[in-house]
Antibody, heavy 118, light 110 residues
Framework: VQLVESGGGLVQPGGSVRLSCAAS????????MDWVRQAPGQGLAWVSR????????RYADSVKGRFTISRDNAKSTLSLQMSGLRAEDTAVYYC????????????WGQGNLVTVSS | QSALTQPRSVSEFPGQSVTISCTGT?????????VSWYQQFPGRVPKVMIY???KRPSGVPGRFSGSKSGNTASLTISGLQTGDEADYYC??????????FGTGTKVSVL
């Protein structure tokens, strides 16, 4: 199993950025997928979740209305479109797989840093 | 979606046991048997140690165990080793297809 994130970097407050996660080594369309973030020196925070077919999406209150999770099962790719970015969104964003039939976050990508600053 | 409450730090001598608590509400920990625990070394990716309250993924030592009572979950590390020094986070399903993490606990081996 491999999860490789891309797309982070420096973004201005109010700006937008799209994170991508390329998945391999497993049947992508069988699994729920999540984004989890970690601000510098802080703890883990769940951000968003999407069902195997993409029909169900959920968000943490802190990002609802600003972030959009999606997936392309044909390309085994998970995405997070982030807009209206704030300084408090600065964090390492992890792409995470959930094991089937459990609520276990079993595989994590290496993480991608998004810095919101002028 | 308030974070679950964990002690900031715990410490114990090698060979002893340490227990980390994780307190939530009836809407998360108390409502579901879906608590997991993650170990994270500085600069490293989190690793699942316990899932569904008390199940261990293959490869995780039996020294790690989980339990739950009411709105509080616990992770116990028995036979503490220096290599167990890390941050530990609990996580609970919180209904409506959402999750909530704990505030994190730093485990130190004296």
């Amino acid at each position: 199993v491999q999860l490789v994130e891309s797309g982070g970097g420096l973004v201005q407050p109010g700006g937008s950025v799209r994170l991508s996660c390329a998945a391999s080594g497993f049947t992508f369309n069988y699994y729920w997928m999540d984004w989890v973030r970690q601000a510098p020196g802080q703890g883990l925070a769940w951000v968003s979740r999407v069902s195997p077919d993409g029909s169900v999406t959920r968000y943490a209150d802190s990002v609802k209305g600003r972030f959009t999770i999606s997936r392309d099962n044909a390309k085994s790719t998970l995405s997070l479109q982030m807009s209206g970015l704030r300084a408090e969104d600065t964090a390492v964003y992890y792409c995470v797989r959930e094991e089937r039939d459990t609520y276990e976050l079993d595989y994590w990508g290496q993480g991608n840093l998004v810095t919101v600053s002028s | 979606q308030s974070a679950l409450t964990q002690p900031r730090s715990v410490s114990e001598f090698p060979g002893q046991s340490v227990t980390i608590s994780c307190t939530g509400t009836s809407s998360d920990i108390g409502g579901y048997d879906y608590v997991s625990w993650y170990q994270q070394f500085p600069g490293r990716v989190p690793k699942v140690m316990i899932y569904d309250v008390n199940k261990r993924p293959s490869g995780v030592p039996g020294r790690f165990s989980g339990s739950k009572s009411g709105n509080t979950a616990s992770l116990t590390i028995s036979g503490l080793q220096t290599g167990d020094e890390a941050d530990y986070y609990c996580c609970s399903y919180a209904g409506s297809n959402t999750y909530v993490f704990g505030t994190g606990t730093k485990v130190s081996v004296l």
